[in-house]
């Protein structure tokens, strides 16, 4: 039986953890009003000129209205759910293909191994935002699955690297060496026995994986070249093309920067709890 099955404790793990639930509750407290809220907002508050503009806040509109006249409570509702789907599909995706690449590589070796690991280094070389710039142009209509698939195809390179090397270790285990005097062939020893190891690794490199996904497609969206629908990023394009912040038209660009920090810092602890998880020196008494 593998490391993971045999000595972990998750209900001690997370009594003793102190950065998960404050983590949690960051997440949700951004997340949840994106769920909900789209009951109780009128989706149309959002279109051009159904309000007067540059309202600051008030009864009628709790968050005011900017330069085009859309509510921006209903701007916050309706983007910050698609700003995390950009990020939970650039960082599943980009995550699913470093994962793959990576248990191959480092298990198996040999060529196969070499050719990863050098398409890896040469990646490495090539800055991310000229690969994403020339992606997004090269669309007239981006949408939010082609903006998460044009990040992911930058997001696999480190996660491989990095599973490669925990691979590395792992394959000179005793569980493993008894998988294979077992019969067990490669396949098999990689997604039974050295998967389950890898879950707590896996689950902190995803919430990773998530945030530079956010962030990359903030970087596209502030250059003007992020999908057509609203996202985080699509609000503060907007607020700095218009000048929000020098004519003081502060209900435009600080509650999204606001929203971004909480989701960042949540994301930011749950980090650390899956990594105090996953390396057994990080870990606190469990």
């Known amino acids: ?3 993971f099955r045999s000595n972990r404790n998750w209900p001690g793990f997370i009594r003793r953890t102190p950065t998960l639930l ?7 407290f951004v997340v949840l009003p994106g769920i909900v809220g789209g ?3 009128d989706a149309d508050l959002i279109q051009v000129h159904v309000s007067k503009i540059n309202l600051p806040p008030s009864r009628e509109h709790l968050l005011g209205t900017q330069s085009e006249g859309r509510d921006m409570l209903a701007l916050l509702i309706i983007g910050t759910p698609a700003t995390l789907k950009i990020g939970l599909i650039g960082g599943a995706v980009g995550l699913a293909v470093g994962t793959v ?3 191959i590589s480092g298990y198996f070796g040999g060529p196969l191994d070499s050719a990863i690991r050098n398409i890896v280094d040469v990646g490495f070389t090539i800055p991310p935002l000229a690969i994403l710039i020339m992606l997004a142009a090269s669309f007239r209509v981006v949408t939010l699955t082609m903006m998460g698939l044009a990040v992911a195809s930058t997001a696999w390179m480190h996660p491989t690297r990095v599973i490669r ?3 590395l270790s792992l394959r000179e285990r005793v569980f493993v060496d008894l998988a ?4 067990a062939g490669g396949f098999h020893i990689i997604f039974r026995e050295l998967m389950p190891n890898l879950l707590p690794f896996l689950a902190a490199s995803f919430v990773d994986s998530v945030t530079m996904a956010i962030l990359a497609s903030l970087g596209l969206e502030v250059l003007g070249l992020g999908p057509g629908s609203q996202t985080l990023g699509r ?3 907007f607020a700095i093309y218009y000048t929000a912040m020098w004519r003081g038209i502060w209900w435009w660009w600080l509650p999204p920067i606001l929203i971004l920090m909480i989701l960042f810092l949540g994301l930011f602890l749950l980090s650390i709890a899956l990594d105090e998880f996953a390396n057994p020196r990080l870990r606190r008494g469990v």
């Open 180 to 183: 294979r005097l077992s019969g």
């Open 22 to 28: 404050p983590g949690i509750v960051l997440i949700l």
């Open 101 to 103: 690449l990576g248990l």
């Open 165 to 167: 090397s925990q691979v």
């Open 1 to 3: 039986m593998s490391d």
């Open 39 to 41: 009951l109780f907002i």
């Open 235 to 237: 609000i503060i394009y």
